[in-house]
């Protein structure tokens, strides 16, 4: 009987579970929706304002006091006003003594002041346990119920106590906080939600560079070389074929620089025999950006693939094929099938599809949902084996297109060579660097660096 008691009583609800009592400074709209959200959660919460006046504004069961007389019922204070108001709270620094500050702040610009503003309020107030939290996170996410996409919290701190305590507070909202450390983090933290899409400014300043230049380079050779020397007016070409012979050259090279940069990485590291060293800074940029490279080159690749497959609606090519089927009437003439370029332009569109299919292959594994899921080798064998292979594919695609015509002076107009002709240069250099760096004699020193071998190690005994 007892027993079952005590299981009964283990099961039984814990009534003592009770949140403790949470102050926000500052009614304004962010510290209005995170008092929200507190509430729902079941903390008690007590507002620290200039004015003590109840707005139908702020939540229903929030109380609103001075804030010497709302800090006292709290062991948590959460500072939702901006930093240049904080020299207000020095007054205040014996009550705020041994309290938990919470600062929530953003600023303007990156780097803005010397110190982080968390910093600053450590400075402001010694006394106080000051933890950096809740600044990713908006007023409007918070209000909404639009957390889905941002459920992520930073939180930094030099108290561990208090970081935990704001990290409880965190999870009972429904978010997931991720420990960042001490508060040298809070600047980080605080330029976080300035960032505007950091790693894609190169990829995509690179993207519409070298699409303008093949643009204008083919809308010379296509269009106006055309109408000067043959008399056509090509200039629909604009709407569709340019774009399309365009998309895959961008393609191919920007998959090709995707695996550059690891080929600039293994001949430096080849050349220094050892891999100490720091990477100069371009690399490194370089290679913490592949992954928006390769992304933006499976986003023109894809458009390739559709402006492909609407070819055959374009009145220029219904009109090309009823004019050679006249032609052979007239002629009184069927041209015979050539079995040859029946083969290369089968074999062109095999490459092509199974090229695309390996894109979209390493598109998909490099997406955070997929790649949490598989290994660490899972992962290289897929974007380092299958991404050499999408790139040979896809450049035998242009290769196999190309054919005959890289030796027919007509393919060259005013001397210039075509785009596909360009696009093949970057790719076959990195195949070939890759295919010498896979032989033994050079694989196996390789490996050696990679795994902490150094041809002249500086600390020897
Ligand atoms: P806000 O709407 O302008 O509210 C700021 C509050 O600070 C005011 O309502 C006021 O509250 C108080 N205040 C203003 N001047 C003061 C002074 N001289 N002395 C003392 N208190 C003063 O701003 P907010 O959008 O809520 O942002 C507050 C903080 O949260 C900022 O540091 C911001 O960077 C950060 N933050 C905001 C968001 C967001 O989505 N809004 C997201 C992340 C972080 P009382 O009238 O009650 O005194």
């Known amino acids: 009987m007892n027993k079952n008691s005590s299981n009964i009583m283990a099961l039984a609800p814990n009534t003592s579970n009770k949140r403790e009592t949470v102050c926000i400074f500052g009614t304004g709209d962010f510290g209005r929706a995170l008092g929200h959200k507190m509430i729902q959660s079941g903390y008690p919460v007590v507002y620290g304002s200039r004015s003590t006046q109840i707005s139908n504004l702020i939540p229903k069961d929030a109380e609103v006091l001075s804030h010497a007389e709302a800090a006292q019922k709290a062991a948590i204070i959460i500072i939702a006003i901006q930093r240049q108001h904080y020299n207000f ?12 500050l919470v600062d929530i702040s953003n600023n303007l610009k990156l780097n803005q002041y010397p110190e982080s503003n968390a910093e600053y309020l450590a400075q402001l107030l010694p006394g106080s346990r000051v ?129 550059l940069p690891g080929v600039f990485a293994a001949i430096i590291q080849l050349y220094r025999g050892t891999k100490y060293r720091r990477f100069p800074d371009w690399l490194d940029k370089w290679m913490l950006c592949r992954k928006q490279l390769g992304l933006i080159a499976l986003a023109f690749a894809s458009l390739h693939v559709v402006f492909t497959l609407v070819t055959p609606l374009r009145a220029f090519v219904s009109w090309r094929i009823s004019k050679g089927i006249i032609s052979q009437a007239l002629n009184n003439k069927t041209e015979p099938l050539n079995n040859t370029n029946a083969w290369i332009s089968d074999c062109y569109l095999a490459l092509g599809i199974l090229g695309f299919f390996l894109f979209v292959l390493l598109g998909i594994t490099s997406l955070p949902s ?74 196996k020193p390789l490996t050696q660096i990679r795994q902490g071998w150094e041809r002249n190690p500086k600390h020897s005994e």
Not at 91 to 97: T, V
Not at 216 to 244: G, H, Q, R
Not at 420 to 429: E, Q, R, T, W
């Open 131 to 259: 933890v950096k939290a809740f600044n990713t996170v908006s007023a409007w996410a918070l209000q909404s119920g639009t957390l889905d996409a941002s459920r992520q919290v930073f939180v930094c701190g030099d108290d561990v106590e208090a970081k935990q305590m704001v990290m409880n507070i965190v999870r009972a909202l429904g978010l997931t906080p991720l420990d960042k450390g001490s508060l040298l983090a809070a600047q980080e933290i605080e330029n976080y939600p300035l960032q505007l899409f950091p790693m894609w400014k190169f990829p995509i300043f690179l993207s519409l560079g070298l699409t303008t230049f093949f643009f204008f380079y083919c809308l010379a050779l296509d269009v106006i070389y055309t109408y000067i020397y043959e008399k056509n007016n090509f200039s629909f070409f604009i709407a569709i074929t340019i774009p399309n012979r365009v998309c895959p050259v961008m393609a191919l090279i920007l998959l090709a620089l995707v695996y």
């Open 370 to 443: 997929v790649s949490n899921n598989v290994n660490w080798r899972e992962f290289r064998f897929v974007q380092s084996k299958l991404g050499y292979l999408a790139l040979i594919f896809c450049t035998a695609h242009t290769l196999v297109y190309g054919g005959k015509w890289f030796l027919n002076p007509s393919a060259y107009k005013w001397y210039l060579p075509n785009i596909y002709m360009l696009s093949l240069v970057i790719p076959c250099a990195v195949l070939v660097v890759k295919f010498v760096l896979i032989f033994p004699c050079v694989d």
């Open 89 to 100: 709270l020095v007054p205040l620094a014996e009550i705020l003594h041994g309290k938990v």
